[in-house]
């Protein structure tokens, strides 16, 4: 019987650490996701300030060649 015991003993612990390992796992999924947004998010910021970015240099250029011409 002290087997039989032991025996469930051992296996409850690792059930328990299967589930301990299933919720990390499921968290780590979780912050996988939220990493992958937040990095979608930044790339489209970035798009968005190189847009901007380009549409000033076109207009200081007319600008740039006038003064180099004067």
Request: glycine share 2%.
């Amino acid at each position: 019987m002290s087997d039989l015991k032991k025996l469930e003993s051992r296996i409850n612990a690792a059930l328990s650490r299967l589930e301990a390992a299933e919720a990390g796992h499921l968290e780590l999924t979780k912050e996988n996701a939220r990493l992958r947004a937040d990095l979608e998010e930044q790339k489209n910021q970035r798009q968005s300030d190189l847009e901007e970015l380009e549409r000033l240099l076109d207009q200081l250029k007319p600008l740039i060649e006038e003064g180099e011409n004067a």
